[in-house]
């Protein structure tokens, strides 16, 4: 049966760490762990990489440097140049020490909203998609182990046996 999963239910993050590193020296593959907040030093325990969220937000960023750079030469210096307070309107250069908070501003706005829509579109977390999360109390005070028998060269009994091991609250295979 190729789609059976094994999950290991914990109560503390620490322990959860700790056996993870156990099973994963053990030779076992972990897919995935779900939790209520982030586990540091998890991600190269399990083999995950590091993703590029930070480069789709420099992207975002230089996007919304441009967009700011853009409507405010159009506003100032072509649609409606105005002389306010000796202010010079031929040129986006003569103006751009005034531009420049804005400027910066809406770059971190375009960053920080392309980074959050991103990220829910890569993960499927967009309000109504099916949520794939095995067990609703991961979001509170649970953590969970997902094991794949087919990815690892060993039994579904070995793969309980060597999570018996370990601290472990609970085991359910689905």
Known sequence: MADKKIYAIYDDDYVLLESDKHLVSKGIFIRDVFSPFPIHGLDPVIGLKRTRIAITAFIYGMIGVALALLGMWYFS?????????????????????????????????????????????????????????????????????????????????????????????????K
């Open 77 to 173: 210096v072509q649609d409606w140049p105005m002389n306010i307070g000796g202010k010079p309107n031929c040129s986006l250069i003569d103006n751009l020490p005034a531009f420049i908070p804005v400027t910066f501003e809406f770059g971190v706005l375009c960053a920080a909203h392309g980074m959050a829509i991103t990220y829910l579109l890569r993960n499927w977390t967009l309000p109504g998609f099916k949520s794939h999360n095995p067990y609703p109390r991961t979001t509170d005070d649970r953590f969970v182990m997902e094991i794949h028998p087919h990815d690892n060269n060993v039994s579904a009994e070995d793969i309980k046996a060597l999570i018996n091991e370990t601290y472990v609250l609970e085991i359910d295979e």
